[in-house]
Nanobody, 124 residues
């Protein structure tokens, strides 16, 4: 079993910053891609940013230049630095990870896991 534990959400004024963290623990051989998604009230969950094990990143257009995703592979942790926050960034932010179990070499299969979500509220 693998658990993803998020932290760092909260209430911030527009223009402010927050840093989200997500630590993965459990039976892990390695982690391929990690990412952050968000869901605003009444809307579908959307991709915010992803990062591969090699450090390649991808962002949704609305956060480019304001958010930075990074990871510490030794700690199985992914971060999301959010600057210049806007009211439209409000939502529940979920961590996602594609995990390779200890038997991955014999059975190359990845499993997808989600965190419980952390609330980010940006007041205007």
């Amino acid at each position: 079993q693998v658990q993803l534990v998020e932290s760092g959400g909260g209430l911030v004024q527009a223009g402010g910053s927050l840093r989200l963290s997500c630590a993965a623990s459990g039976t892990i051989f390695s982690i391929n891609a990690m990412g952050w998604y968000r869901q605003a009230p009444g809307k579908q969950r959307e991709l915010v940013a992803t990062i591969t094990s090699g450090g390649s990143t991808n962002y949704v257009d609305s956060v480019k230049g304001r958010f930075t995703i990074s990871r510490d592979n030794a700690k199985n942790t992914v971060y999301l630095q959010m600057n210049s926050l806007k009211s439209e960034d409000t939502g529940v932010y979920y961590c996602n990870a594609r995990v390779r179990p200890p038997n991955y070499v014999l059975t190359p299969r990845e499993f997808e896991y989600w965190g419980q979500g952390t609330q980010v509220t940006v007041s205007s």
